[in-house]
């Protein structure tokens, strides 16, 4: 399989309790819904099959955990289907030395896959309980060490880290303002791009002629909304 760990892949995280059937489960995820479909880059394919999916769902979720779905992980929130993190991960072709803002935390799964490709992440939740919840997670996959969390408004940014070399949105909706102006020069954004549950990933990035855009796959997202929840 292309995804073994070299020196220049990402490092494994670490777990307190491995589970033999569901690390198979995650390496069969791997292989059949991720490397099948196309992805490539071998360090995408690495984090994907280091990062343990099934510790950000809830328990009674993890049998599940390794589906070709998304699932629900309260607050009227999902995590993602493991393509399309994956996916969305290799469109930021990041090679390791980026820093990367992320709007929407969630359970932090995404984060986590971020986290093993680039310098640091900083990541932005406005729902409180998920941000709690992400950080304990984040914490047991022992990946604080690359992780800055908020609990904030993303459609703000985050002006204290900026710039950034990408930004990658997990809610679809219209981009603000804020995070083409928070971009490094050469920098990426990333995002679901629509409305009502039908969204376009569209990638663009931030040139000295202005921005170029490319329109890509056509998928459905929650909600990018305003504002903080203390829930």
């Known amino acids: 399989m292309g995804y073994s760990t070299t020196a220049e892949s990402p490092r494994p995280t670490v777990n307190a309790t491995p589970t033999l059937p569901l690390e198979r489960s995650r390496r069969r995820m791997v292989r059949e819904q991720i ?47 493991p393509f399309m993190v994956a996916r969305m991960s290799e469109l930021l072709q990041l090679k390791g030395n980026e820093r990367v803002l992320e709007i929407g935390t969630g359970c932090g799964y995404q984060t986590a896959i971020l986290a093993m490709l680039c310098q640091r992440v900083y990541s932005v939740e406005r729902i409180r309980s998920l941000h709690d ?4 997670t984040l914490r047991q996959c022992r990946l604080l060490n690359r992780i800055t969390l908020l609990c904030g408004d993303g459609l703000m940014g985050w002006e ?20 083409m102006e928070q971009l490094n020069p050469g920098g990426v954004l ?13 990638k663009r990035v931030k040139t000295p002629l202005g921005v170029e855009e490319t329109r890509l796959d056509f998928c459905s997202f929650v909600p990018l909304l305003s504002g903080v929840q203390d829930l």
């Open 190 to 202: 990333l995002m679901p791009e629509g409305e009502h549950g039908s969204h376009q990933l569209v």
């Open 160 to 179: 204290k880290y900026a710039p950034f070399d990408a930004i990658v949105v997990t809610a679809g909706g219209m981009a603000s303002p804020a995070w």
């Open 35 to 81: 490397e099948a479909r196309g992805i490539r880059d071998p360090r995408v394919l690495a984090a994907m099959a280091a990062v343990p999916r099934h510790l950000f769902v809830d328990e009674g979720l993890a049998a599940r955990s390794y589906h070709d779905c998304a699932l629900p992980i309260g607050a009227g929130q999902t995590i993602s289907q």
């Open 133 to 136: 919840r992400a950080r304990n």
